[in-house]
């Protein structure tokens, strides 16, 4: 079992409409969690970073963390064709110094005009 | 304005042929990073680095290397032991350990 599952798709949907992506995690020592986004032939992108449960919003973005779930997601709203990317997400151990982080596959997002 | 190059963009590999992929921040981050991306596989960490003139082994480090002479640079070499290259090659960079890490855009390695 990977330490990180997230469904890779695709996931296309409307313009305008809500988007839900989620990764599920097993190991609760994991503290910090971060979304990415990343177009093709592209380095990924820093979305969202957070340490706690609970949500944290930055325009149309939303993450959120439930630790008793070992469940991530990151919403967006008022979905846009630009949106079109691959989301990945990301996580570090809370006793790490050594940054690794542990991604997820990627889910690959289509918002159609 | 500050960041992370990486060089080539593309790059091709013979048979036999060793390979240097560049990687520059001016970020000022102490910690560097290698990742492979593979279709449908996420990143993977070859190697990284904390400090100058140290790095460690990541999950794939097999068939690679690398080096850390300056604060500014971590390559990364492919030698011919590695007898799959073709991937995506991501550079990254963080101050501390924490702290989420900030990426290039990649050099994606072909074999001819």
């Known amino acids: 079992q990977k330490e990180v599952e997230q469904d890779p798709g695709p996931l296309s949907v409307p313009e305008g409409a809500i988007v839900s992506l989620n990764c599920t995690y097993s190991n609760s020592a994991f503290q910090y969690f971060m979304w990415y986004r990343q177009y093709s032939r592209k380095g990924p992108e820093l979305l969202m970073y957070?340490?706690?449960?609970g949500n944290k919003e930055d325009g149309r973005f939303t993450a959120q963390v439930d630790k008793s779930s070992k469940y991530i997601s990151l919403f967006i709203r008022d979905s846009q064709p630009s949106d079109s990317a691959t989301y990945l997400c990301a996580m570090l151990y809370g006793s790490s110094n050594t940054g690794k982080l542990i991604f997820g596959q990627g889910t690959t997002l289509q918002v159609k005009p | 304005d500050g960041g992370i190059t990486q060089s080539p963009k593309y790059l091709f590999r013979k048979e036999g042929q060793n390979v240097t992929l560049s990687c520059e921040q001016n970020?000022?981050?102490?910690?560097m990073y290698w990742y492979r991306q593979d279709p449908g596989q996420g990143l993977r960490l070859i190697y990284y680095?904390?400090?100058?003139?140290?790095?460690q082994k990541g999950d794939i480090a097999e068939g690679y290397s690398v080096s850390r002479e300056k604060k500014e640079s971590f390559p990364l070499t492919v030698t011919s032991a590695q007898k799959n290259p073709t991937a995506f090659y991501l550079c990254?960079?963080?101050?501390?350990?924490?702290?989420?890490?900030?990426f290039g855009d990649g050099t994606r390695l072909s074999i001819l």
């Open positions: 680095s904390q400090i100058v003139n140290d790095f």
């Open positions: 957070t340490y706690s449960s």
């Open positions: 970020l000022n981050h102490d910690a």
């Open positions: 990254a960079s963080t101050h501390r350990g924490n702290q989420p890490q900030h």
